[in-house]
């Protein structure tokens, strides 16, 4: 069975064929860093990081491009109200998104593309429209989209295409589903525009690009370069991005090239925080920084996040969060336990393989991968408890391959130096002991570790350490 995902274009789960297997191209809209990302941008960033964990773990090859939107309507207006150039506003939020990514153990992009560093690209981008005929400069000075001249539009969000008022416009970057207008490739540069560093020459006037012309001209940028294609493989995002977002990406995208802008749609479903939607207005607004803040181990989130398909809102409160964290600390434990104790488990691990393969194929079903992971932990469990002195390996490694594409298992405690240096010398002082055969010196030195938490394991390899 290969790998099948749930496409958002036709409305169903298709298997996936990439356009140069294994070769798979996948593009993910990334932050716009006028802020702090919150907690819901990263369970989207969290599901494209299990998508592309998968699909690795499968044996495609994928090359995967993030952008950062570092100039938009949101950011112009933060920097203006801070007083600051577009750049010095963004760096520090660019800089935090990448901390928060590395705490949640989301796999860096092969490529993080900034608006900014684009601008050539989207300007070539719009003389393209303009000569296909499919953008047209407006009285006001600003470039815009004709979506009479691009018939297809409004597929992916099935738009009644019948309720588009011809030339109508709209000029802001995000804007109703029951507005569907004409919108802005190119925005005439105004005074604050200037004034924030957010105001660039093209031959059809000064001004900034809309957001939605950036993700199409980084994006074809990235694959035509790199791969000579103008189509993706794979483009995702949050499901608030299908419209207008996606649609306007596609309509410039396949306006310029008349190609497939991408085979296959991905939307990661929302988050609500203690039951609503996270807003600054209910309090329940939440940064990926705050749980860092409060000592949340990124295993819970991650497993917390797995025990709902991507498809389905998750809500993310105190309890969900306990819950996930108890089920991180008995996956440590156990993990623990094989790596002393070891055993095959012959009767056991080609059913966790075989059941976390199908059900990760079947459009990420992680909810049916975590229960199969914990099926396994209970039945071990059992099995070792039953049989002592089992031989292999076979269930460590098959157990750390499923933990593994999930990334759930919890994070080591940071070892205090002190603590280590201590250890150091009493280990080296129970090696001497070990060495003259005092063999009750060498106990005694293993209870006094052991009272401050210390636990050590003897290997061919020398003696290692652990915090309990
Ligand atoms: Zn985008």
Redesign the pocket.
């Known amino acids: 069975m290969p790998v099948a995902l749930y496409n958002t274009m036709s409305r169903s789960v298709e298997p996936l064929q990439p356009l140069a297997p294994p070769r798979v191209t996948l593009y993910t809209?990334g932050p716009t860093v006028w802020n702090y990302a919150h907690i819901g941008n990263f369970r989207t960033f969290l599901f494209e990081d299990l998508l592309r964990r998968w699909l690795e773990h499968s044996g495609y090859d994928v090359f995967h491009i993030m952008?950062l939107t570092d100039v938009d309507d949101r950011v112009i207006k933060a920097a203006a109200g801070a007083g600051k150039r577009i750049t010095e506003h963004t760096e520090p939020f660019t800089q935090a998104f990448f901390q928060d990514r590395d705490y949640l153990r989301i796999k860096p992009a092969h490529v993080y593309t900034r608006a900014t560093q684009y601008i050539p690209q989207m300007i070539a981008l719009v003389q393209r429209l303009m000569e296909r005929g499919v953008a047209y400069k407006g009285e006001d000075g600003s470039v815009y989209f004709a979506l009479s001249r691009f018939p297809t539009y409004g597929r992916l969000s099935r738009l009644d295409t019948r309720q588009i008022k011809v030339g109508a416009r709209v000029a802001s970057d995000e804007y109703a589903k029951d507005d569907p207008s004409d919108f802005a490739l190119w925005k005439k540069a105004d005074a604050e525009d200037e004034s924030v560093g957010a105001a660039w020459d093209a031959p059809f006037g000064r001004g900034r690009p809309g957001w939605h012309l950036e993700?199409s001209a980084m994006a074809l940028d990235e694959i035509g370069k790199r791969f000579d294609v103008r189509t993706l493989d794979i483009h995702c995002?949050g499901i608030d991005?299908i419209f207008p977002?996606h649609e306007d990406?596609i309509a410039q995208s396949e306006g310029a090239t008349g190609d497939p802008f991408a085979r296959c749609w991905m939307h990661g479903e929302f988050l609500n925080v203690r039951g609503t939607k996270m807003s600054k207005r209910f309090g329940n607004f939440l940064t990926a920084r705050d749980l860092r803040e409060q000592g949340v181990d990124a295993a819970a989130v991650r497993l917390l996040f797995w025990q709902s398909h991507y498809r389905q809102p998750i809500d993310f409160n105190d309890e969900a969060l306990a819950g996930a964290t108890e089920g991180v600390r008995r996956l440590g434990e156990f993990h623990a336990r094989l790596k002393t104790s070891g055993g095959d488990l012959p009767e056991l691990v080609p059913t966790l393989e075989a059941e976390c393969t199908a059900a990760l194929d079947d459009d990420l079903d992680a909810p049916r991968a975590v229960a199969a992971l914990f099926e396994f932990v209970r039945a071990a469990n059992r099995e070792l408890d039953r049989v002592t002195g089992r031989k292999g390996s076979g269930a460590l490694a098959a157990f750390e391959r499923v933990a593994g594409v999930l990334d759930v298992l919890p994070t080591p405690k940071a070892v205090d130096p002190d603590l280590a240096g201590w250890v150091a010398e009493r280990l080296a002082a129970r090696d001497r002991a070990r060495k003259s055969k005092d063999f009750k010196a060498a106990d005694a030195i293993r209870a006094e570790l052991k009272a401050r938490g210390v636990e050590i394991e003897d290997t061919p390899m020398g003696t290692k350490w652990r915090v309990a």
């Open positions: 809209c952008n993700c995002g991005l977002h990406e």
